[in-house]
């Protein structure tokens, strides 16, 4: 059975930082696109990062110079590291996987095939 389960969320201040974790299982994500999406209440989900099967990455011009996606192949996790974080990053944050190596839906998220439940991050001011 394929699982994301996601975790690291939190509270924190404007300015601070957090990093989620991915840990997948089920299925060997390391040729496989992932990425990072959020919802904040009243919203729509946005993509926040992806990174396809062979390390090209996409993030939203909203978090760009902030937060970096990372994968560790070995232990089958996905990291998201936000930096300067803002009180508009309050969302729950999913972490997302594809089959194919690139990321059919970019920063969409409309063809991803796996999602993990999320974690919420709130950020105070």
């Known amino acids: 059975q394929v699982q994301l389960v996601e975790s690291g969320g939190g509270s924190v201040q404007a300015g601070g930082s957090l990093r989620l974790s991915c840990a997948a299982s089920?299925?060997?994500?390391?040729?496989?696109?992932m990425g990072w999406f959020r919802q904040a209440p009243g919203k729509e989900r946005e993509g926040v990062a992806v990174i396809n099967g062979v390390g090209r990455i996409d993030y939203a011009e909203s978090v760009k110079g902030r937060f970096s996606i990372s994968k560790d192949n070995a232990k089958n996790t996905l990291y998201l590291q936000m930096n300067s974080l803002k009180p508009e990053d309050t969302a729950t944050y999913y972490c997302?996987?594809?089959?194919?190596?690139?990321?059919?839906?970019?920063?969409?998220?409309?063809?991803?095939?796996?999602w993990g439940k999320g974690t919420l991050v709130t950020i105070s001011s």
């Open positions: 997302a996987a594809e089959r194919r190596w690139y990321c059919s839906g970019g920063l969409r998220g409309d063809r991803m095939d796996y």
């Open positions: 089920g299925y060997t994500y390391s040729g496989s696109c």
